[in-house]
T-cell receptor, first 114, second 117 residues
């Protein structure tokens, strides 16, 4: 069964270090999302891509976070420098297009910043 | 702005009991979608149901059922004859369209359901 792949599953880093997460959506899915889920809360949208273009990054802390999807397939989310408050689960999701189809989530990348 | 409230933070029931998870939402749009997702310990969010704002019919899928009431802005989820495998965090979510035909999901804070054997 097709799935959204994410890596790494777990990442421990010290504050002020750089960290990157990778997501490979389901083949053929044009729309890709990065969500952040703080422990005990629901996921919050960070950025949405349609193919290689950013559709919505209004909730992305752009001073330290960046996201790209250069070829419109896989995507990378980077944090530099990491802060203690960035400790969370980072979830990637994809769907066939922005307003249709089920949203499929990956297993997430859990970040701990020390 | 849209908002989803799941007032029940944690629920524990004994196996085979029925359990209802509450969800109340706020939106200014007349067209919107409501969702339920399950998040097992492994972390991924598993899609359970999507319902549009024009369809108030209740839905049943096996042991799962959903009650959508626009008059009270609620979209409650009931598990009948609960099983240990139902233990997970359940999220209710609301989606409004915003530009380019895109939908933006807003999640509630989740309800942690524990089924006691």
């Amino acid at each position: 069964e097709a799935e959204v792949a994410q890596s790494p599953r777990y990442k421990i880093t010290e504050k002020s270090q750089a960290v990157a997460f990778w997501c490979d959506p389901i083949s053929g899915h044009a729309t890709l999302y990065w969500y952040r889920q703080i422990l005990g809360q629901g996921p919050e949208l960070l950025v949405q891509f349609q193919d290689e273009s950013v559709v919505d990054d209004s909730q992305l802390p752009k001073d330290r976070f960046s996201a790209e999807r250069l070829k419109g397939v896989d995507s990378t989310l980077k944090i530099q420098p990491a802060e203690l408050g960035d400790s969370a689960m980072y979830l990637c999701a994809s769907r066939i297009r922005a307003s249709a189809g089920e949203l499929f989530f990956g297993e997430g990348s859990r970040l701990t910043v020390l | 702005a849209q908002k989803v409230t799941q007032a029940q933070t944690e629920i524990s029931v004994v196996e085979k009991e029925d359990v209802t998870l509450d969800c109340v939402y706020e939106t200014r749009d007349t067209t919107y979608y409501l969702f339920w997702y399950k998040q097992p310990p492994s972390g991924e969010l598993v899609f359970l149901i999507r319902r549009n704002s024009f369809d108030e019919q209740n839905e049943i899928s096996g042991r799962y059922s959903w009650n959508f009431q626009k008059s009270t802005s609620s979209f409650n989820f009931t598990i009948t004859a609960s099983q240990v495998v139902d233990s997970a965090v359940y999220f209710c979510a609301l989606s409004e369209a915003y530009g380019f035909g895109n939908e933006k999901l807003t999640f509630g804070t989740g309800t942690r359901l524990t089924i006691i054997p």
